[in-house]
């Protein structure tokens, strides 16, 4: 099964700031990964798929880059709405897996 | 619009086979490409993969839960079941179901989600 590490597990940041968060493949999954978001409570939400698409309605301070192994999601300029936590997935070739997640806290 | 919700019950005993019903609208699990799958998640733990169906009948299982779990679909009623047999504790969780819009894509829509409590 290919596995999913996500880094930081938490990220203590301020509003405005520029953030990134590390998603690692134990295999090449060429950029077949997806991010999400999660509110407490909540189902997820998709905001990045294959790597680098934006997904219809999610703001363009969200992007994504990488391939094969290594993936980060990047959060331009923080907005109160965004302290929650992310996961990020991979789906190749009929194999699912989410990473263990990051959680954006505030400094 | 598409919606999916999922339904079932909210305690079930240890051992015991739990059922749960993803309802959706606004897609058909007829089209070439769609997907629905469960995904669950412990309280205060990370999101786990569990099954996938796809408009072929092709059913897909995580590895570490394979003996356990059982899709289906009824695409008249637009629904697909998941069962998952010999509950245990450590199954407690929200399970939720999602979408996926085509071959290889990502979960874009997901239902609320029911929360399973497992007795011992």
């Known amino acids: 099964d290919i596995q999913m590490t996500q880094s930081p597990s938490t990220l203590s940041a301020s509003v405005g700031d520029r953030v990134t968060i590390t998603c690692r493949a134990s295999?090449?999954?060429?950029?077949?990964l997806a991010w999400y978001q999660q509110k407490p409570g909540k189902a997820p939400k998709l905001l990045i798929y294959?790597?680098?698409n934006l997904e219809s309605g999610v703001p363009s301070r969200f992007s994504g880059s990488g391939s094969g192994t290594e993936f980060t999601l990047t959060i331009s300029s923080l907005q109160p709405d965004d302290f929650t936590t992310y996961y990020c997935?991979?789906?190749?070739?009929?194999?699912?897996?989410f990473g263990q997640g990051t959680k954006v806290e505030i400094k | 619009q598409v919606t999916l919700r999922e339904s079932g019950p909210a305690l079930v005993k240890a051992t015991q086979t739990l059922t749960l019903t993803c309802s959706f609208s606004?897609?058909?699990?007829?089209?070439?490409?769609?997907?629905v799958s469960w995904v669950r998640q412990p309280p205060g733990k990370a999101l786990e993969w569990l099954t996938l169906?796809?408009?072929?009948?092709?059913?897909f299982y995580t590895t570490s839960l394979k003996t356990r779990l059982s899709i289906s679909k009824d695409t008249s009623k637009n629904q697909v079941v998941l069962t998952m047999t010999n509950m245990a504790p450590v199954d407690t969780a929200t399970y939720y179901c999602?979408?996926?819009?085509?071959?290889?894509?990502?979960?874009?829509?997901w239902g609320p989600g029911t929360m399973v409590t497992v007795s011992s």
């Open positions: 999602a979408r996926i819009r085509g071959p290889n894509d990502a979960f874009d829509v």
């Open positions: 606004g897609f058909s699990l007829h089209t070439n490409g769609m997907c």
């Open positions: 169906i796809n408009w072929d009948d092709e059913k």
């Open positions: 295999q090449n999954i060429y950029n077949w």
């Open positions: 294959k790597a680098s």
């Open positions: 997935q991979q789906y190749y070739i009929y194999s699912w897996t």
